[in-house]
């Protein structure tokens, strides 16, 4: 039956403004998925104008947040279709609090849904894979054309969550025609 559903459109750096600033204010849980995984650097508000900067400027990698989010004891979820990047390995293995189980990642090749859960009160889906070009994070020139919508919708949200944890336990494996190509089906965690 058709409802009213609040939501907003965002385009291309929206993305970044919106929902990487709402995963950086999480207090409690954030579900990422994406079929491409890299390392977004994040502008990092204690960066004083004019005080050293370090040798990316104002800016730090998005797994250093995750690392003070785990720290924090948030569920940090990443559900992706393929190996991420070697930086996004680099800076992950970099941060102990990722590494000893602060945030949980987990591969299905057929994951191409974009979508990122925040608190489970916030959804963002759309175009947008969690790469700088993808987020808006680049500078104009730079950054992929990206649609997307963010809702607080409690219906909206629970459905999302829903198909996001069936893929995660692995409710979508048994079937999968794409089984042999896993390392590691998800029904098997």
Request: hydrophobic residues 40%; charged residues 30%; contains cysteine.
């Amino acid at each position: 039956m058709p409802r009213t559903v609040p939501l907003r459109v965002l385009s291309d750096r929206d993305h970044y403004e919106q929902v990487m600033q709402a995963v950086l204010a999480a207090e409690r849980s954030v579900w990422i998925a994406t079929a491409n995984l890299k390392d977004v650097m994040v502008e990092d508000p204690r960066v004083v104008p004019g005080r050293r900067r370090g040798r990316r400027g104002n800016y730090r990698s998005v797994l250093e947040v995750f690392a003070e989010l785990a720290r924090r004891g948030l569920e940090l979820r990443i559900l992706h279709a393929s190996a991420p990047s070697r930086a996004f390995r680099q800076s992950f293995d970099a941060q102990k609090e990722l590494v000893a189980g602060g945030m949980e990642m987990r591969v299905c090749p057929r994951v191409h849904l974009k979508t990122v859960v925040v608190d489970a009160g916030l959804v963002y889906l759309g175009s947008a894979n969690w790469t700088g070009a993808g987020l808006g994070a680049k500078g104009d020139g730079r950054r992929n054309f990206e649609m997307g919508i963010l809702t607080t919708d409690e219906q909206t949200i629970d459905e999302v969550q829903e198909r996001y944890d069936r893929i995660w336990r692995g409710a979508e494996c048994a079937d999968c025609r794409l089984r042999a190509e896993c390392e590691m089906p998800l029904d098997e965690f």
